[in-house]
């Protein structure tokens, strides 16, 4: 059985009158610790996808199966502890708060996370320190760069030890050496921690670093 299987799923929408296919019929499989790159045009699918398989929406059709479990059919707690617990989130934009420190960003998942047993301040400074900026624990967003704004957005990404990270387009707005320092970070983190990591964006250059890549098309996923 594969770590995560995709299977027959669809997602449409419908507006007034009209009906809109976001993922059309997509099977797929992905083995755990797999680094997974998906490539499309704006409105091809590709987000659509990555919130069906974090949970975020819920499919008109098909099944997203995670070690055997079909996420949806779990109830509205089970669905959150999936996405605090077995998910990292990364999108466009890194969406700190900016009332809070770099070390206080990185610690907002396990406010919904019910595991009291990690230390998870240490676990912050460990992960501020493992993407390179460990002297900034204490800064604020306004007095980071883009480059360590997204770094503590992977920190943040990482906090609860998750299975999988779904990073949406987490390169979009930096310029190409921070672009390729960040996907350095994703590299490493895929190697040294094990971790799955679906990677969505419009650059072939950088989806050509993951090992297998996808391209997605009118919402459905071919090979390059």
């Given at each position: 059985m594969s770590f995560l299987h995709i299977e027959n799923l669809s997602k449409t929408y419908t507006v007034d009158d009209s009906t809109f296919v976001g993922v059309?019929?997509?099977?797929?499989?992905?083995?755990?610790?797999e680094f997974l790159s998906i490539v499309g045009h704006s409105g091809s699918g590709k987000t659509t996808l990555?919130?069906?398989?974090?949970?975020i929406l819920k499919p008109t059709a098909g099944r997203v199966l995670l070690e055997g479990v079909d996420?949806?059919?779990?109830?509205?707690?089970?669905?959150?502890?999936?996405?605090?617990?077995?998910?990292?989130?990364?999108?466009?934009?890194?969406?700190?708060l900016p009332i809070l420190t770099a070390r206080e960003n990185v610690l907002l998942p396990g406010i919904f996370s019910p595991d009291t047993k990690t230390d998870n301040a240490k676990v912050a400074r460990d992960l501020l320190e493992m993407v390179g900026i460990g002297e900034k624990l204490d800064s604020y967003p306004s007095q980071l760069s883009g480059g360590q704004?997204?770094?503590?957005?992977?920190?943040?990404?990482?906090?609860?030890?998750?299975?999988?990270?779904?990073?949406?387009?987490?390169t979009g707005d930096l310029d190409e050496d921070t672009e390729a320092e960040i996907m350095h970070l994703f590299e490493e983190i895929n190697k040294k921690k094990g971790v799955t990591i679906i990677l969505i964006t419009h650059n072939l250059e950088l989806a050509g670093k993951a090992q297998k890549k996808l391209r997605m098309t009118?919402?459905?996923?071919?090979?390059i």
């Amino acid at each position: 059985m594969s770590f995560l299987h995709i299977e027959n799923l669809s997602k449409t929408y419908t507006v007034d009158d009209s009906t809109f296919v976001g993922v059309d019929n997509i099977s797929l499989s992905i083995n755990r610790g797999e680094f997974l790159s998906i490539v499309g045009h704006s409105g091809s699918g590709k987000t659509t996808l990555v919130s069906l398989i974090g949970g975020i929406l819920k499919p008109t059709a098909g099944r997203v199966l995670l070690e055997g479990v079909d996420i949806c059919t779990l109830d509205d707690d089970k669905l959150s502890e999936y996405r605090a617990q077995r998910i990292g989130f990364m999108f466009q934009f890194a969406s700190l708060l900016p009332i809070l420190t770099a070390r206080e960003n990185v610690l907002l998942p396990g406010i919904f996370s019910p595991d009291t047993k990690t230390d998870n301040a240490k676990v912050a400074r460990d992960l501020l320190e493992m993407v390179g900026i460990g002297e900034k624990l204490d800064s604020y967003p306004s007095q980071l760069s883009g480059g360590q704004q997204r770094r503590v957005a992977i920190a943040r990404a990482l906090l609860n030890n998750p299975d999988i990270i779904l990073a949406d387009e987490p390169t979009g707005d930096l310029d190409e050496d921070t672009e390729a320092e960040i996907m350095h970070l994703f590299e490493e983190i895929n190697k040294k921690k094990g971790v799955t990591i679906i990677l969505i964006t419009h650059n072939l250059e950088l989806a050509g670093k993951a090992q297998k890549k996808l391209r997605m098309t009118k919402g459905q996923l071919v090979g390059i």
